[in-house]
């Protein structure tokens, strides 16, 4: 072989390795933005915790039933249950038609983080009508108002809006301010 062969041939040959390696590292930085945004977004899927199986497994979902756990950034609610009670006819003031409803329900932390919570997140979803949980019946004791949850702890208490009790009702979580992130549904009766 010529000189010029040999020099016409190396240059091919180092053509060729810089294409392939351009190639790789663009693949690779593909792969890694990817991984980065899947990781980011699956945090803020709403998931429900599977506790039928030997060890807590969680699988995507929004709409939730009485006694199953949602978790949403390692925060997990739980609506233990619901019951509707009338209010005291001299001191309460329901709307015509409508009853008390109470929602019981258990938050707990297993993030690393501080959690804040506050019965403004929770609304009562009455046939597409929301209105807080907020109210305070007489007769009503260990309300969910608002706090911190350090990491580990839990809490328990009662939600409170009204009602009519021959309607479909939700009770809805939103606190992250993006609509489509976050926003967890119980289903309190059947549809």
Do not use: C
């Amino acid at each position: 072989m010529s000189r010029k062969n040999i020099k016409t041939r190396s240059k091919n040959k180092s053509f060729y390795q810089s294409i392939w390696i351009t190639t790789l590292i663009i693949v690779i930085v593909v792969i890694i933005g990817f991984w980065q945004v899947y990781t980011r977004y699956s945090g803020d899927l709403v998931k429900k915790v599977d506790t039928t199986s030997s060890k807590n497994t969680l699988k995507p979902q929004s709409i939730f039933k009485v006694g199953e756990t949602a978790e949403y950034k390692d925060i997990q609610f739980k609506v233990n249950d619901f019951s509707f009670i009338d209010g005291y006819p001299k001191i309460d003031k329901l709307a015509a038609g409508n009853q008390f409803v109470v929602v019981n329900m258990t938050i707990t932390n297993n993030s690393n983080k501080k959690f804040d919570y506050d019965s403004y997140f929770f609304h009562l979803d009455d046939n597409g009508k929301q209105t807080d949980t907020t109210e305070s019946p007489y007769n009503v004791t260990a309300s969910l108002d608002s706090g911190t949850l350090r990491q580990g702890e839990s809490t328990t208490g009662n939600l409170v809006g009204q009602a009519n009790t021959n309607h479909q009702l939700r009770l809805i979580y939103q606190q992250d301010t993006n609509l489509n992130k976050g926003r967890i549904t119980f289903k309190l009766n059947q549809e």
